[in-house]
């Protein structure tokens, strides 16, 4: 299918995967309540978790906010097109079934050139969550999202693999604080300096700021445990924990092959200790692998560094892993 063909089936009411810089998008046409109605139905996703706006051209957000706040407009100028969304108080002009009848709306645009050719083509918003079905990791891989979404009646729009792999970073200008409501690859840090004050964090703890946050993310089928230490310690733990040879093991690992062998199928996250810019641009890659080889049990290891990407990883592993994150 062509850019082109794509932009024409999202105007005519259609969904449409996509590729973004971050994951797979599933869109739909924003405008349009029949096409976003299917897209809660297609994901299986609650109708209190609202979806995000995709636009090809900042002079497009005018009509969907009541104002751009002067913080918005430094993070504009600054990350956009990119992996940031900005959550505004939204205008009229937006359906309340996006926004799930909040007061606001979150709003990106994606600098991934497939996707601002096919935005730009449908000159008008595109809302779209990720490609997976609800609960599962994100797509970051065409194959993956085919898998998750085939026979549901979407087209798709195929690309490479998503660059970053994690989603965007979401922080809310809409109130007087600025707070980060998911951590991404830009980090809580980097939107500070950028903005010179400093952004609470609402991406943790017990008051839920997004909806999203209430919900259970990016899980594999399997029991994923997330050993989170130095390279020693999960060498060390590695050796000694007995692994039942009937049942069907995944292994995320860095660095070097394990030395033993199971009967199940191991997985490698190649990437190394320090950069973890690599490690989020696999991880929900090799957990759609386990699903896909029906692993039952996946172990995977997360190093300890103080690189800044590992609090949006601790971030996702914590949902995926379900809170069994194991520190070493
Ligand atoms: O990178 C991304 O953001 C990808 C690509 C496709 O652009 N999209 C994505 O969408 O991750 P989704 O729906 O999987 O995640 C959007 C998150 C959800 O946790 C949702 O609850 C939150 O943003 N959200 C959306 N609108 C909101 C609002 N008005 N207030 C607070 N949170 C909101
Ligand atoms: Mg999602």
Redesign the pocket.
């Known amino acids: 299918m062509t850019v082109h063909e794509a932009a024409q089936k999202l105007l005519r009411g259609a969904l449409l995967v996509f590729p ?1 810089e ?4 599933l869109g739909a046409l924003a405008s349009n309540e029949k096409a976003i109605r299917k897209i809660f139905r297609v994901k299986g996703r609650p109708i209190h ?4 706006l ?1 636009i090809a051209e900042k002079r497009q957000l005018n009509e969907l906010v009541q104002e751009i706040p002067s913080s918005a407009k430094i993070l504009i100028d600054h990350f956009w097109p990119g ?1 940031l ?1 900005i ?1 505004f108080k939204k205008s009229k002009n937006v359906s309340d079934l996006v ?1 799930a009848e ?1 007061p ?3 709003i ?1 645009q ?1 600098s991934h050139p497939i996707a601002h050719r096919l935005l730009a083509m449908v000159n008008e918003p595109v809302a ?3 490609a997976n079905l609800s609960g599962k990791p ?1 797509a970051t891989t065409f194959r993956d999202a085919k898998r998750q979404l085939l026979k549901k009646g979407v087209y798709f729009l195929p690309g490479r693999k998503s660059p970053l792999g994690i ?2 970073t ?1 922080v ?1 200008c809409s109130g007087r604080n600025l707070r980060l ?2 951590p991404g690859v830009i980090t809580k840090h980097t939107l500070e300096s950028v903005i010179g004050k400093k952004i609470e964090d609402s991406s943790k703890g017990k008051k839920v ?5 209430l919900l259970r993310h990016y899980s594999p089928s399997g029991k994923l445990m997330v050993l989170f230490g130095t390279r020693e310690k999960r060498r060390k733990y590695l050796s000694q924990h007995h692994f039942d040879k009937k049942e069907r093991w995944a292994f995320g690992l860095i660095g070097k092959k394990m030395k033993f062998v199971l009967p199940g199928t191991i997985f490698f996250i190649a990437s190394s200790e320090q950069n973890l810019n690599t490690y989020a641009s696999r991880l929900y890659r090799f957990l759609n692998n386990c699903d896909r080889a029906k692993a039952k049990h996946i172990v995977l290891e997360l190093p300890k560094t103080k690189h800044p990407l590992l609090p949006t990883l601790v971030n996702r592993l914590e949902k995926a892993s379900r809170g069994r994150i194991r520190a070493l």
Do not use: F, K, M
């Open positions: 973004t971050t994951v797979y998008g978790n609202p979806l995000i995709h992996p969304t959550c926004t909040l606001t709306v979150c990106r994606p779209a969550p990720s994100s989603e965007s979401v809310d409501l998911r700021r997004s909806p999203g946050q």
